[in-house]
């Protein structure tokens, strides 16, 4: 058995090899991955630790939150208050900012996160996990606010998820390449079992929720006409669907094994441009996906390039797969240009 590597052990070689992770930041890094683990261990008891089920409230987005929910963002909160490395945070689960107090050091980085991403499929025990967003808090001449979040998803400094499935597992990125560390539940370490990771340009496998296929624009339902037809069509090879309903687990596969992933903007609601939250859902995970060798868009622009103007902004997604995911926005460029 090669001797394993630890998150912090990680976090100390690349910092000495690179000089790019700050203390401040991999000290933030390490305590978002002890919050994953108590968060772990609350998703874990189920039933047995009465966490399952409707907190009987609604978030900031209108969805009823689950109990989950709740506790997910209180660990992340009372996590990150004393560490002296963050000036504030934002959250899914709540209107506006946290201000870390100012009886605590207040930190030069910006935490942003979805506790509980995929809470549909809490009760059901289906997988489901944290992302998490990080940026440096630019100005410095005043308190923060939430204009200082205001900031496009290239300037991340680091982003990552933890996965709450059949291993729990933290996938981390501070800009140079992805790495992914497992739960070891006997020593409570987090330890390296995959870097350098690689997304093939190719895949066979998307993922999209097909019951929304009326309310699509037409270079999407084209995209995936193509797949559905198979390798009789142009695409000349048939095509495995797969969707988890938690985008934590569908870009997992995707980091894993390839795929494209897809929730676009559709027409139920023609003026929001789409369902997923750019700040804390599409950025951190379009970081992870280019950091691997995939690609990220909104089906024109690079989601990494999107200005953002309000906390809670919503964004159509279409990352995975190099190759596909410049296909479907080739699609969209063809369709604009006859519009
Ligand atoms: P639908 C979970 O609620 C989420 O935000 C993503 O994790 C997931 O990909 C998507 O929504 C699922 O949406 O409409 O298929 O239930």
């Not at 005043?142 to 400094?157: H, I, N, T, Y």
């Not at 159509?316 to 190099?322: D, F, M, W, Y």
Request: glycine content about 8%; some cysteine.
């Amino acid at each position: 058995m090669p001797k394993r590597i630890s998150l912090t052990q990680y976090l100390v070689e690349q910092q000495r090899e690179h000089g790019h992770i700050p203390a401040q930041l991999r000290l933030l890094i390490e305590i978002v991955a002890r919050a994953c683990k108590r968060i772990a261990i609350a998703v874990n008891k189920g039933e047995l630790g009465e966490v399952l089920g409707s907190a009987d409230s609604e978030n900031v987005q209108g969805e009823v939150q689950k109990k989950l929910d709740i506790i997910s963002n209180e660990v992340l909160i009372e996590a990150n208050e004393w560490g002296g490395h963050l000036a504030a945070m934002a959250s899914e689960e709540m209107d506006t900012i946290h201000v870390v107090p100012n009886r605590y050091p207040q930190g030069e980085y910006l935490l942003m996160f979805d506790p509980l991403d995929g809470s549909s499929n809490i009760d059901v025990n289906v997988s489901i996990g944290t992302i998490f967003s990080v940026l440096r808090k630019v100005n410095n001449t005043r308190g923060v606010s939430e204009d200082d979040f205001m900031q496009p998803g290239k300037q991340q400094a680091a982003a990552g998820y933890c996965v709450y499935g059949p291993q729990t597992t933290l996938v981390l990125t501070v800009g140079q390449g992805v790495a992914m560390f497992t739960l070891d539940r006997e020593t409570g370490s987090w330890v390296l079992t995959q870097k350098d990771v690689s997304i093939p340009e190719d895949t066979k496998e998307f993922a999209i929720n097909m019951s929304n296929m009326r309310h699509w624009a037409p270079p999407v339902k084209r995209y995936i006409d193509e797949c559905l037809i198979g390798k009789e069509g142009p695409r000349g090879k048939d095509f495995n669907m797969r969707w988890v309903a938690s985008m934590v687990a569908d870009v997992h596969r995707i980091l894993t094994r390839g795929g494209i992933f897809m929730y676009p903007w559709d027409k139920r609601e023609p003026g929001k441009p789409g369902k997923l939250r750019l700040m804390y859902e599409a950025n951190p995970m379009a970081f992870l996906i280019e950091q691997a060798g995939g690609m990220a868009t909104n089906g024109t622009q690079r989601i990494m390039d999107i200005q953002p103007t309000k906390l809670h902004e919503r964004v159509s997604v279409i990352l995975g797969s190099r190759n596909e995911v410049r296909r479907v926005t080739e699609y969209h460029l063809d369709d604009a240009e006859k519009t």
